[in-house]
């Protein structure tokens, strides 16, 4: 199947920046559409973002629309989130995604394990 891992994630201060990378491998995922949720402590786990296999098409939640940008490179296998002038409340354990669309978490099949984001005040 799909294997994903994510990385990226770490502590930074209000206004700063994060890449994450999600770098999938197994079945090539070249074909499937990917994509990102977040979960903080306490919380449910929530949709940020997510981009057709073609990157033609993209959806964002609107806590993150007009700030993050998701793209792909598919000759890397890689998906990524651009996460500038971040805030305090994007503190949460990120999640890459595979299959699937939209902005229901059963929709995709594969998840990675998780990189955390902390972003202080």
């Known amino acids: 199947q799909v294997q994903l891992v994510e990385s990226g994630g770490g502590l930074v201060q209000a206004g700063g920046s994060l890449r994450l990378s999600c770098a999938a491998s197994?079945?090539?995922?070249?074909?499937?559409?990917m994509g990102w949720f977040r979960q903080a402590p306490g919380k449910e786990r929530e949709f940020v973002s997510a981009i057709k296999w073609n990157g033609g098409s993209t959806l964002y939640a609107d806590s993150v629309k007009g700030r993050f940008t998701i793209s792909r490179d598919n000759a890397k296998n890689t998906v990524y989130l651009q996460m500038p002038n971040l805030k305090p409340e994007d503190t949460a354990v990120y999640y890459c995604?595979?299959?699937?669309?939209?902005?229901?978490?059963?929709?995709?099949?594969?998840w990675g394990q998780g990189t955390q984001v902390t972003v202080s005040s």
């Open positions: 995604v595979a299959g699937g669309w939209g902005l229901i978490t059963t929709n995709y099949g594969y």
């Open positions: 197994g079945r090539t995922p070249s074909d499937d559409n």
